[in-house]
């Protein structure tokens, strides 16, 4: 089977776009989460998503949006984007991000956003985080997003081994468990401002971590004609 693995799309529709006709044809769709906040096409990318029938879980933007968590804890930026988020949401949307489930298994996967530990918040980008995470899911692989860097750790016993795949390079997983992000669709953190997923293939047991090139000046016009946050508009050219 041919997994799409989509995270942290962040109402960035042109990356989502990209992403899907860069990936081709797959048996199936994955979100990690954080399909809305910081951009301006909350409910395009929702639709988009449940056209292609996306197995789905949600991410804290997405909580924060569809008020089941307060915005206490969000920063400024995504705090405005946040409440602008809450105005634009059509109701059928928001009554969708509220009723995903926190996590879900599919055969050897758990989905979880931030990590299987604490889905909406844990933060997984070092490898003592990750050490932990692997007593919170019973199956042999986690998918996860929220940090908007593609990683991969590996269950070394008393430590986890991170390994970071480079752009458009592939990763076979074996019988190590193992805790895989594939980065960001909508908001890169790692310097490189493409849009990232991930294609699974069960056959192989080979995740690809791959980049799409999007039209980040059309989004970025967009987002200015609308008010958001100069920051927000900024970060997407450096992909940081
Ligand atoms: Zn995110």
Redesign the pocket.
């Known amino acids: 089977m041919r997994i799409g693995i989509v995270s ?1 799309v ?1 109402s960035n529709l042109p990356a989502l776009t990209a992403v899907l006709q860069a990936m081709g044809e797959v048996d199936a769709l994955w979100s990690l989460g ?1 399909i809305v ?1 910081y951009g301006p096409y909350p409910n395009e990318c929702i639709e988009l998503l449940r056209e292609r029938r996306c197995l789905a879980i949600p ?1 804290n ?1 997405d909580w924060g949006c569809a008020g089941k968590i307060a915005l206490d804890d969000f920063n400024v930026d995504a705090r405005w984007a946040c409440r602008w988020s809450q105005d634009a949401v059509e109701p059928g949307n928001m009554e969708y991000l509220a009723s995903l489930p926190l996590t879900l298994t599919t055969g050897d996967f758990t989905l979880a956003h931030g990590s299987p530990h604490e889905p909406i918040w844990e933060y997984m980008a070092y490898p003592s985080t990750a050490r932990l995470s692997f007593h919170y899911f019973a199956s042999r692989y986690c998918l996860v ?2 940090t ?1 860097v593609p990683l991969v750790f590996l269950d070394a016993g008393a430590q986890a081994e991170t390994l970071h795949p480079k752009p458009n390079s592939l990763v076979q997983l074996d019988e190590t468990r193992a805790i895989i992000n594939p980065g ?1 669709v909508g908001q890169p953190r790692d310097g490189n401002p493409e849009a990232a997923y991930g294609l699974l293939d069960t056959d192989s047991w080979q995740v690809e971590f791959r980049r799409a090139a999007y039209d980040v000046a059309a989004i970025q016009v967009r987002m200015q004609d609308l008010g958001f946050p100069e920051r927000l508009i900024k970060r997407l050219s450096y992909g940081w």
């Open positions: 942290d962040h954080d906040g991410g933007h997003g929220h908007h960001s």
